[in-house]
């Protein structure tokens, strides 16, 4: 089987599209912030039809690391003009996506309604998939193009579905720690109780005896 041999040209103009957009393409980084009772964080799409892909996790409360609600918080989305996109209520953790229909700012705003403050991981990025005319370009480039584009997205799905694991692994281990230490607290309490039940008996035997012994 004869195997095809790509031409010189497009093998560097791949080599430096490659290049190009692995050195433009944007790492995942959530942004963790401490809530009291409402804040919002805006992100532009540039480009209308973009998918806009978004996640929190209530990493722990704020106030003290072992004091742990379950009450969530509440996170609406809006688009340009105000119109509402997404409502959220009493979520600890989310992640969702959605298609812009404008183009320009989307606004995401945290409620949180627990008496105590939050800490919060928040991700957000839009994925916009650019087309090109075939006319205007080499017949192998317009392919290869869309494949480097598609490669990209992939990777930026696979960190961004990495910082979401992540976040939910550091509030499953503060659960785990806060409950191991309520176990102790409380194993500590039962021991404490037995003990003073224990020297209470002994303390009223000996004067059952006490008085026997005095008749």
């Known amino acids: 089987m004869k195997m095809k041999v790509m031409p ?45 892909h978004a996640s929190f996790v209530v990493i722990s409360t704020a106030d003290a690391s072992w004091q742990l609600t379950q009450e969530g918080v509440d996170l609406v989305v809006k688009g340009p003009s105000g119109d509402q996109v997404r409502d959220f209520r009493d979520k600890i953790s989310e992640k969702f996506d959605f298609v812009a229909r404008t183009r320009g700012p989307y606004r995401f705003c945290f409620t949180n309604k627990s008496p105590y403050r939050e800490k919060i991981d928040f991700d957000v990025h839009s994925n916009h998939f650019s087309t090109f005319d075939q006319h ?25 579905e990495q910082h979401w694991l992540e976040a939910q692994t550091e509030r499953q281990a503060i659960v785990n720690n806060a409950m191991s230490s309520r ?19 002994v303390y009223l035997l000996r004067r059952l005896f006490e008085r026997k012994l005095g008749l």
């Open 8 to 52: 010189p040209n497009v093998a560097i103009v791949m080599a430096i599209l490659l290049l190009f957009l692995l050195s433009n393409m944007n790492v995942v980084v959530g942004i963790r912030f401490v809530i009291d009772r409402e804040d919002c964080f805006a992100h532009h799409v540039q480009y209308e039809g973009d998918t806009v």
């Open 136 to 160: 205007a370009q080499n017949e192998h480039f317009t392919p290869l193009i869309e494949q480097i584009i598609k490669l990209e997205e992939a990777l930026f799905n696979i960190q961004y």
């Open 183 to 201: 176990a102790i607290h409380k194993a500590l309490l039962e021991s404490a109780a037995l003990i003073g039940a224990s020297t209470l008996q």
